[in-house]
């Protein structure tokens, strides 16, 4: 019962500064967003079906009295595609049964943003971000398996928004762009992240 | 400090870590779909001597069984082979001799020196194995030697790993062109591998249409 109540006053305590109103300064938004993604070029082609299995957190800076922000991202999707009856041929070798594909990716990404309004409950921005993605890709047929690992260096613009709900807690939606340079054991990785974001901003 | 002021300052410092860490957590929530259905596990596995004239061969043998090699036999090669369940092995033995037949291959008695005889082994191991032990098939093949073995020319089997499943193997092995050194040569191999079910209907069924499948693969088996 001890333990209902205080996850009650924290929950009303949360709620209660969320909507309240002081006259902190906003220099910082710390963000956990669901990130559907879609994948595409070399990674459509290798599995073409969106994932909901995706997640980032992002920390942004904003540099005071600015429109200029930088931040941090980390994240993790999950793509899955299975692909009934495929025939591999590989020189006298023919195999055939379902495939089940697999890529993870894990960026980490820092980024500089530009807002376009200096103030307002809605802050539409605009960001490029650079760094890197580990990405592992695995087939599975049966009980044969191949797995590929990499990592890639990747370039992300994004295009969004925040909407402030209240002075410590908003809303982002934004569009992300994953483009990784190709290695020698993977091919290039592509893909457009829809971002739905919880945002505590301090 | 006016004390709310102070808990949401105490609050704020808490709760980007929290934040962080929930979406940290989330990461390792992404478990991926996998099979769903038994069917989705089986493999079909084929691989061949590509020099070999599979057309100009007439005849082919079969035993009267389908062996079963098990982990204990592979552990103690003085163990005997044991046969698989009666149903199961006439079974893949009906399936490839409709398969053998339809390409234009004779069935004869192995005593007929048949041009080609078609050795289908069950393995319940940890590995798929296709250079098993000879003398499991010292009670069928014509002039076994004990000091004979097999050889894959032009070609190399697979060995992988596997995880409780059953591997249905055709070997199809070429009686006529033993080596000087008594080497069997194998022109063409199968593996059937899929996890075992509870249903020996179940089981045959995807071993049969499997074992089509194989041939279906192998448009060169034929006469």
Known sequence: MNIMKNVLFFIAVVVALGFSNSGWAQSSYSIVNF??????????????????????????????????????????????????????????????????????????IVSGHYFFTESGKLRPFASLGFGVVFQTRRVDMGIFSERTTGTQLAIRPELGTIFQISDYVGIKLSGKYYQTMGGSNLPSHAALGFNLGFVIIN | MNPFVEAKSTLKRIFSPILFLVGGSLFFCCVPDGPDAIEQIDVVYTNHNPSFNFSSRLTYSLPESVILIEQEVLQNPDTPPAFADFLISQGILSSIRTNMNARGYSLVDVSANPDLILLPSITITENLRFSYSWWYWGWFYPNFQPDWGWVYPGYTPIATRTMETGTLLIQLSDPKGITSDNRVPIHWIVALNGRISQSTGNNLNRIQSNIDLAFNLSPYLSR
Do not use: C, H, W
């Open chain 1, 35 to 108: 990130a559907p993604t879609l994948p595409m070029g070399n990674t459509a082609d290798y599995i073409g079906v969106m994932t909901g299995r995706s997640v980032n957190v992002e920390f942004i800076r904003i540099l005071e009295e600015s429109r200029f922000g930088y931040g941090i991202e980390a994240g993790r999707s999950s793509f899955f595609e299975k692909i009934p009856n495929r025939i591999l041929e590989s020189g006298t070798v023919v195999a055939s049964g379902t495939q089940f594909r697999y890529i993870n990716t894990t960026p980490i």
